[in-house]
């Protein structure tokens, strides 16, 4: 499962953009609700790639948002990426949820004019044919996005078996994602899942793309409005011989 969560703020309408601006700088209430439902809606997923999580800061009253989740919904192993460090303020990341132990983690800075993106490395298995998770939240701007694209084709040619999940900020006939599938073996199972507004979809912004080793069967988006964003969600299977330490 790929999710965006919004912080836990969990915008419903765009006046909550205007009228909630104050939430991505100081704690709320709601916050415990949306996160605690978060936590019910992931509990099912083996792998949940997050963007928009905080690691700890005022908004969240100091409580590392992949942490929590964690230990809420039961998986044993997560890591958090901080990309934009605001202090006590805000701490932006990206997250992993597993219930299957990585061999290996790197965190990636992506380039751009302004810093604050970046991309998570997680591999599985052994390491000479791992199975590789990209999780990434791109850049707002085009321009941007398309040196980010660059800089992810070139992790994602180095394997065999990938998965790039996240809130990629495109939708799938743009330039920058045709790049990216025209460079790479992956390609998006399933086209034209929106995902963005959750209480009215129009746009296709979050993406799960695998490359062609693996076998999917169903990708499908989750109603579950605790975000902006809804959640997409993938079931896959392995190649044959292929073991993932528990």
Not at 52 to 78: C, H, K, M
């Amino acid at each position: 499962m790929s999710y965006n969560i919004q912080v836990g703020i969990g915008a419903k309408r765009f006046r909550d953009y205007v009228t909630g601006s104050w939430k991505h700088v100081l704690p709320h209430a709601q916050i415990y609700d949306n996160m605690r439902q978060i936590a019910h809606a992931i509990s099912g997923f083996d792998i949940v790639a997050l963007q928009e999580v905080d690691a700890g800061s005022l908004r969240t009253s100091f409580i590392n948002q992949t942490e929590y989740l964690a230990v809420r919904a039961g998986f044993p192993f997560w890591h958090h990426q901080t990309n934009r460090n605001i202090g006590k303020i805000a701490r932006h990341s990206n997250g992993l949820l597993s219930r299957y132990r990585p061999s290996q983690i790197h965190d990636h800075k992506l380039p751009g004019l302004l810093p604050g993106r970046g991309v998570m490395v997680v591999r599985y298995g052994h390491h000479d044919n791992p199975l590789v998770l990209l999780i990434l939240h791109m850049a707002l701007s085009k321009r941007a996005r398309q040196r980010q694209f660059e800089y992810v084709t070139r992790i994602v040619n180095q394997y065999e078996h990938v998965v790039v999940m996240g809130d990629l900020n495109c939708q799938p006939d743009s330039n920058e994602m045709q790049y990216l599938i025209s460079a790479t073996d992956l390609c998006e199972p399933c086209h034209g899942l929106k995902t963005y507004p959750s209480w009215r979809p129009a746009r296709t912004l979050d993406h799960i793309l695998t490359s062609a080793s693996l076998d999917v069967h169903d990708v499908h988006v989750l109603q579950h409005l605790h975000s902006d964003h809804l959640p997409i969600a993938m079931e896959l299977t392995l190649p044959n011989n292929f073991i993932i330490a528990a």
